[in-house]
């Protein structure tokens, strides 16, 4: 009776414990609105290369100019491809609206159609140019979406050294998992720089679909800034590596650059 005595209150503090662990860390909803808030600067202008590797191993490289700009908490991003030639002139910008009731704008353009293309909500889900990420995956970065998902936050672990939040993501309906063509996601979130480090997603019918690794973060400028993005499709074994360089976020950038004459026009 003693023996049992004992084990029962060593499994109750151990049951004590965690529920005073789990009490302890932030909601899943805290985090996501923590990633928004870290500071990004107000512009930035860098090269973004992107390697494209199919399951063969055959590679294709994809080089283009990125600007960012806030305009208060609205965010408008422009990406310019440079090379190779069959690409040259594609040009991608968006605007990020904080008002969760208004959709954002996206267009993109294609040379070779000589057209303007805008990507409507119900197409945010789609990859962009050939990558493994999606507009909507684009648009937010190192970020996590404040509205399309119900949170939980799981526990935490650390990725390459540094403390991470594990935070649970789940559509809030069924036509926003359509949209984003996930039905679960799990984020680690840096709980020092609330920076995304790591995410991992499943397709709606809940297949494990992709990996995304934020590597090589470091400051620029007194800002913490990533360099290197890779992201593993486990249906298709395609795999992309974004490669930021020649990052300035004290350039000065012509609100000329987010508009759609831009995109044809280029930089």
């Not at 004992?6 to 990633?35: D, F, H, R």
């Not at 294709?60 to 965010?75: A, C, N, V």
């Not at 197409?123 to 970065?141: P, S, V």
């Not at 996601?185 to 991992?200: G, P, Q, Y």
Request: one cysteine or more; a positive charge; charged letters at 30%.
């Amino acid at each position: 009776m003693k023996t049992y005595k004992i084990i029962s209150l060593a499994v109750l503090t151990i049951m004590v414990t965690i529920g005073t662990n789990a009490q302890n860390l932030p909601s899943g909803q805290s985090i996501a609105k923590k990633t928004h808030e870290r500071n990004e600067g107000i512009s930035m202008k860098r090269k973004l290369t992107m390697e494209l590797k199919d399951k063969r191993g055959k590679i294709r490289i994809r080089e283009t100019i990125s600007l960012r700009k806030y305009y208060g908490k609205e965010k408008r991003l422009a990406i310019f491809y440079e090379t190779p030639r069959s690409v040259q002139g594609t040009a991608f910008l968006t605007f990020d609206y904080p008002e969760p009731s208004v959709d954002d704008d996206q267009w993109l353009y294609m040379p070779a159609l000589r057209k303007t293309r805008r990507i409507s909500a119900a197409n945010r889900g789609d990859y962009f140019l050939g990558t493994d990420l999606t507009y909507e995956d684009i648009k937010l970065e190192t970020r996590i979406s404040l509205d399309d998902y119900n949170y939980k936050t799981l526990g935490k672990e650390t990725i390459e050294g540094q403390a991470c939040f594990i935070v649970e993501g789940t559509p809030v309906s069924e036509e926003i998992a359509k949209e984003l063509g996930y039905g679960k996601v799990k984020f680690w979130v840096d709980a020092k720089i609330w920076m995304l480090r790591k995410a991992e997603s499943w397709d709606v019918a809940k297949n494990h679909l992709k990996t995304i690794q934020i590597k090589d973060v470091k400051e620029v400028q007194g800002i913490w800034t990533y360099h290197k993005i890779v992201v593993k499709n486990h249906k298709t074994g395609h795999e992309t590596i974004f490669l930021n360089s020649d990052i300035d976020y004290k350039t000065n950038i012509s609100d000329d650059t987010f508009t759609k004459e831009s995109l044809i026009n280029g930089l």
